[in-house]
């Protein structure tokens, strides 16, 4: 069975991993309660001959499916969690399904889907070639917020990987050279005493007071870090009245930065804001740690290689009715060439990917195979994928998955995970992955060389960023869930 028996495999049983993706994308779930998700893509991967482990790392969603024995140990990082408030029908126009539901705005039924179907791609030629080798898939519960992995991680689930991959929905097609920021999910509770704000103020100790004074601070703050990172925050709990001083409020925050010693730093910078508030307002303040995410360390090595099977596989064409839906979805976001162009040139590209750039832009769909634009480049999003990254050389894949420009974490993406143009993504994905995965057994020598950059990159222990005394909510599935 060589390499092209796979891609011609994985197109036959193609209907097979749709099926399990649309089903996804019907019930979004949120993360950590992913019941369906996690029992649609087990249930397969049982059938497929995988033995399967549930409810790992203390969450009830997350799971682990192994196929083989002996060395290389093969592993993929699978996703299925949902986004709140991001309902959309599969249509080119906004309309919910459910009015503030949650959707699949950026794409994890897709995800993990592409992922199982890699493993699965990768058995197949394992069990046919009766080569030696371990697959696993790791049912990744709650990126978006959560920390999946990362919790994974501390367990160690990862430990003895000796290559992992893992791809990403997204208007472009490429293997990602690039890196994002880190981020400390933190929220600060404040308590006081209550009074009647009009008749006896001075008799209250206002928590309200300390979460303003706390945010003015944090904003003074931001003069003085570095520019990766970022501070933001939302109040979960401000009062119950205006003529009530509140005895008790919370602000949420998200604490990210690129180096993970300066997110530690910048943290205890805040949590010194925290504390000087609490002092002002004569209150006490109760810290919630409630998860953290490493910034992404990406793998060269790897990243070379999924470019040569990206190639193989060809670029991703379009039918003129998946291109006139993404031409309605541009309507609708009043995107423009321009904007599109802007969005490209944000990687600092290359002088000579400069005129292909320009070309791109005009196109509703970009399905051509793209080399590394983000090499050196730091977006401002997380993913718990930079803990698994920290821990085994991995490899992230983007490929597109719905029309050029659409923002991440909106309808827009929503809307094109149940469609061809989503599946193609996903399939184009899945076969990358399954190839390069191939060439990991065939010539070790890439993955001794991708452990060589690894270690040179990152020459100082990893440490897992959730203290050990946090651990992840649990949630039981509703009755009907399955």
């Not at 490429?174 to 103020?201: E, I, L, Q, Y």
């Not at 003015?216 to 970022?230: I, K, S, W």
């Not at 076969?431 to 100082?460: G, H, N, Y």
Request: net charge negative.
């Amino acid at each position: 069975m060589n390499k092209q028996d796979v891609l011609q495999w994985l197109d036959r049983h193609q209907q097979e991993f749709t099926r399990i993706s649309d089903a996804i994308w019907e019930h979004p779930e949120l993360g950590y309660r992913e019941f369906f998700a996690s029992h649609q893509q087990a249930e397969y991967l049982a059938s497929q001959g995988f033995h399967v482990t549930h409810d790992v790392a203390g969450m009830s969603t997350a799971f682990i499916a192994e196929w083989g024995s002996g060395k290389p140990v093969i592993g993929f990082a699978g996703e299925f969690d949902a986004l709140g408030g991001l309902s959309q029908k599969s249509q080119p126009e906004q309309e919910p399904v459910v009015p503030d539901g949650p959707g699949h705005g950026c794409g994890h039924n897709l995800l993990g889907v592409g992922c199982l179907a890699a493993a699965v791609g990768l058995k197949q030629w394992l069990s046919t070639e009766r080569v030696s080798g371990t697959v696993r898939y790791y049912g990744c519960p709650a990126e978006e917020g959560g920390a999946g992995k990362t919790f994974m991680q501390r367990a160690g689930l990862f430990n003895d990987l000796d290559v992992a991959f893992n791809f990403h929905p997204s208007s472009l097609t490429f293997a990602s050279k690039g890196s994002d920021v880190g981020v400390n999910h933190m929220r600060f509770r404040f308590h006081g005493k209550t009074a009647h704000a009009g008749g006896a103020p001075h008799l209250g100790r206002s928590a309200l007071d300390a979460v303003e004074l706390m945010n003015v601070g944090v904003n003074y703050l931001r003069e003085h870090v570095t520019g990766d990172v970022r501070l933001h925050y939302v109040i979960t709990d401000g009062g119950r009245a205006p003529n009530i001083v509140p005895d008790r409020a919370e602000v949420w925050y998200y604490i990210r930065a690129h180096d993970p010693k300066n997110l530690v730093h910048v943290t205890e910078r805040v949590r010194k804001v925290a504390r000087g508030s609490a002092m002002m307002t004569e209150t006490e303040m109760e810290e919630i740690f409630e998860s953290a995410t490493s910034s992404t360390l990406p793998n060269g090595v790897l990243a070379d290689l999924q470019y040569e099977q990206m190639k193989l596989v060809g670029d991703i064409t379009y039918t003129e009715a998946e291109l006139e839906f993404a031409r309605k979805v541009h309507e609708q976001l009043g995107f423009t060439p321009e904007q599109a162009l802007k969005r490209l040139e944000s990687f600092q590209l290359k002088p000579e990917w400069r005129a292909m750039a320009a070309e791109l832009v005009h196109q509703p769909i970009i399905g051509k195979v793209l080399p590394s634009l983000d090499e050196g480049h730091i977006g401002g999003g997380s993913t718990d994928v930079g803990d698994l990254s920290r821990t085994v050389p991995c490899s992230m894949l983007w490929t597109t998955c719905y029309a050029a420009g659409s923002p991440g974490h909106s309808w827009a993406v929503t809307a094109f995970g149940a469609t061809s143009v989503g599946h193609k993504g996903m399939m184009h994905a899945a076969k990358t992955m399954a190839l390069a995965a191939i060439e990991c057994v065939l010539q070790p020598d890439l993955i001794q060389q991708a452990w060589a950059e690894f270690r040179s990159v990152q020459p100082e222990p990893y440490v897992n960023p959730i203290p050990a005394d946090v651990f992840p909510p649990r949630y039981q599935p509703e009755t009907n869930v399955l």
